[in-house]
């Protein structure tokens, strides 16, 4: 059974610092990983997804890698801003045609101004 | 362009009544989800919709119905409520050929 792990739970870090969260799986067999961001009483907002023949995936000042042999993959934030404070959760889906997500359960990052 | 849209936002029930949630998309997207997410826990697939008349169960089905009502809709429905299953549920839609999925705001409900 696929189990995701996003650790740490919280994070804080200053403004203008570069950071990375991390994501990993026990099943490297998947198809595909992606990150999503959601804000306090709000939906999930998908932010970057890798497909697994892929080893990164860049948006603006975001950077997910993906290695499938170790099963990790990381978040990289650039020059990070406090609208960048939210919860980051990455989720991975075994195989094509498989309607099933599998879940992190996050990391909460809070940029301090 | 509303995207996805769940009622209501909030809802506090008994145990034992029933209640429907609501959702729908404004984006003609084939797929439609539900989903329930826990403190601790994951986001977890309760039931899905690949296209307007079928549906599928997820990985926590029980205790749960939906109903694609057509394209745009697709409602989950409490018979009989119970305090397990107190918790955020959000529904989300995917266009066909594509991997990304669009939520909704999320219905916060607590049944005492």
């Known amino acids: 059974k696929q189990e995701v792990t996003q650790i740490p739970a919280a994070l804080s870090v200053p403004e203008g610092e570069n950071l990375v969260l991390n994501c990993s799986f026990t099943?490297?067999?998947?198809?595909?990983l992606q990150w999503f961001r959601q804000d306090p009483g709000k939906g999930l907002t998908s932010l970057l997804l890798i497909q697994s023949s892929q080893r990164e995936q860049t948006s603006g000042r975001l950077n997910a890698s993906l290695d499938k042999s170790s099963g990790r993959s990381t978040l990289y934030i650039a020059a990070s801003q406090p609208g960048d404070s939210a919860t980051y959760l990455c989720a991975v889906k075994a195989n094509f045609g498989n309607e099933k997500l599998t879940f992190g359960t996050g990391t909460r990052l809070t940029i301090i101004p | 362009n509303a995207g996805v849209t769940q009622t209501p936002k909030f809802q506090v029930l008994k145990t034992g009544q029933s209640m429907t949630l609501q959702c729908a998309q404004d984006m003609n997207h084939n797929s439609m989800y539900w989903y329930r997410q826990d403190p601790g826990m994951g986001l977890r697939l309760i039931y899905y919709?690949?296209?307007?008349?079928?549906?599928d169960k997820g990985e926590v089905p029980n205790g749960y119905n939906v109903s694609r009502l057509n394209k745009r809709e697709f409602s989950l429905r409490l018979e009989s409520a119970a305090p397990s299953q107190t918790s955020v549920y959000f529904c989300a839609s995917r266009r066909e050929l594509a991997d990304t999925q669009y939520f909704g705001p999320g219905t916060r409900l607590t049944v005492l």
């Open positions: 099943d490297s067999a998947i198809y595909n």
């Open positions: 919709s690949a296209s307007e008349g079928t549906t």
